[in-house]
C-alpha cells in the first residue's frame, strides 16, 4: 500500500526538551510539506523540501528545524525554542512542489507540558 | 503574499439538502489552482476537489462542484445530496504553482454538520 505514514498518533514530552516527528512515504514523491494546524486555524506551512538535502522555511518556521536525508523521508524536530508547540502536525507529499495534488499523512497531536 | 478566506465557522444542513461552501482568496497572479480539502473527525485531510486558473470550466467530482469567479476571486463548493458522512471539517486553499513552490494557502475552515 502505497502512502504517507506519521508516527506516533500522540506524543506527549515537557516543556524544555526537543522532540522529533517522522514522517515517511512511499509514493516515490520528490516534494514534501510540514504543516502546523491549531483549533479555529487553517493549516500553516512550517518548512517543505523540493529534492533529497534541500529545504526551504516556510511561514511559520521559527522554533523548528528539519532534515531531508532521503527521498522517503523528512522527520520534522519540535525544538525548545518554539514557544508553543502543542498542535496538530501533518506531512504531507506531492509528486514535485508545482501543479499537483499534495497527499497528506494521518497526523501527530503533539503535547507539551 | 495570498490570503484565502472563509467566511462561514460552521453551517448546518439536513440530509439530502444542498449545500455551498464560501472561499475567497487574493493574489496577483494569473496562473495558480485552488483546493477544496475535507477533514473528518478522523484528521486525516481528504482532497475533494481541484480547479486551475487556467480553466474557465467549473470543476465537478460527482455530488460535489463548484463555482469558480476568477474576476470576482471566489471559488464555492456546492455539495449536493448531502450525506451523513460530509460532516468535517471544509478548508479551501490556494497554491501558486510558479511563486517559488511555497506550498498550500488554506483558509480557518468551515465546519459542516449534516443533520439526520
Known amino acids: 500500500d502505497g502512502g504517507i505514514t506519521q508516527s506516533p498518533k500522540y506524543l506527549f514530552r515537557k516543556e524544555g526538551q526537543n522532540v522529533t516527528l517522522s514522517c515517511e512515504q512511499n509514493?516515490?514523491?520528490?516534494?514534501m510539506y510540514w504543516y502546523r494546524q491549531d483549533p479555529g486555524q487553517g493549516l500553516r506551512l512550517i518548512y517543505y523540501s523540493q529534492i533529497v538535502n534541500d529545504f526551504q522555511k516556510g511561514d511559520i518556521a521559527e522554533g523548528y528545524s528539519v532534515s531531508r536525508e532521503k527521498k522517503e523521508s523528512f522527520p520534522l524536530t519540535v525544538t525548545s525554542a518554539q514557544k508553543n508547540p502543542t498542535a496538530f502536525y501533518l506531512c504531507a507529499s506531492s509528486i514535485r512542489t508545482t501543479v499537483s495534488q499534495q497527499y497528506f499523512g494521518p497526523g501527530t497531536r503533539l503535547t507539551v507540558t | 503574499a495570498q490570503t484565502v478566506t472563509q467566511s462561514q465557522p460552521e453551517m448546518s444542513v439536513q440530509e439530502a439538502e444542498t449545500v455551498t461552501l464560501s472561499c475567497t482568496y487574493d493574489t496577483s497572479e494569473n496562473n495558480y489552482y485552488l483546493f477544496w480539502y475535507k477533514q473528518p473527525p478522523s484528521r486525516q485531510m481528504i482532497l475533494v476537489i481541484r480547479q486551475e486558473a487556467y480553466k474557465q470550466q467549473n470543476a465537478t467530482e460527482n455530488r460535489f462542484s463548484v463555482n469558480f469567479q476568477k474576476a470576482a476571486k471566489s471559488f464555492s463548493l456546492k455539495i449536493s445530496d448531502s450525506q451523513l458522512g460530509d460532516t468535517a471539517m471544509y478548508f479551501c486553499a490556494f497554491m501558486n504553482p510558479g511563486g517559488g513552490a511555497d506550498g498550500l494557502t488554506f483558509g480557518k475552515g468551515t465546519h459542516l454538520i449534516i443533520q439526520p
Open positions: 509514493l516515490n514523491h520528490d516534494a
